[in-house]
């Protein structure tokens, strides 16, 4: 963990959406329909990452209905493996940094909408945080051990 982003590695923000029960949304990606993972998505140019949080809820969650807990300490990096990096990367990058974000779910499941923009996710659920890591693609468990660590206390 660093608190800079690494220049290898594509910035990136992750969401740990926390119901009023202390599960977390998980959404099975569209082109991975084995990989289940939280939000996450890219930092746009003159964007905050706090911004970009608020931006990719919405885009991949179709929801606004959240209040900030915490922001993570740290930059968390990890490497895609090289025969899973996006070609558009055009070899820049080895992975992603992320700055990752607890939100606390304010809605009902109803103003949930994963259809609302470019369909990220084809299903989603609430998880109880112990099942997180055994959801995870092995590549990314890390970050989501050290994910749950870090906001334990926001989900145990």
């Given at each position: 963990?660093t608190?800079r982003?690494?220049?290898?590695y594509?910035?990136n923000?992750g969401?740990m959406?926390?119901?009023?029960d202390?599960?977390?949304f998980?959404?099975q990606r569209a082109r991975?329909p ?5 939000p996450?998505g890219?930092?746009?140019r003159?964007e905050t990452?706090?911004?970009?949080a608020?931006r990719?809820l919405w ?14 300490r740290?930059w968390?990096?990890?490497d ?10 055009r070899?820049r990058?080895?992975g992603q940094a992320?700055k990752?974000?607890?939100l606390?779910f304010?809605g ?6 994963v259809?609302?923009h470019d369909?990220?996710f084809?299903?989603?659920r609430?998880?109880?945080a112990r099942e ?6 092995p ?5 989501y ?6 906001f334990?206390?926001l989900?145990?």
């Open positions: 963990m608190n982003p690494p220049s290898a594509r910035t923000v969401l959406l926390i119901a009023a202390r599960r977390v998980v959404g991975q084995d990989a289940w993972q939280m996450q890219g930092i746009d003159g990452p706090l911004e970009a608020g990719e885009e991949e969650v179709g929801t606004a209905k959240a209040l900030l807990l915490r922001e993570s740290e968390i990096a990890y895609v493996p090289e025969e899973q990096r996006p070609s558009h990367w070899g990058w080895r992320q990752w974000f607890a606390a304010t009902n499941d109803s103003d949930i909408d259809d609302a369909r990220e084809t299903a989603w609430w998880v109880p997180l890591l055994s959801l995870i693609v590549f990314k468990r890390p970050v051990d050290a994910v749950l660590k870090e334990a206390d989900v145990e």
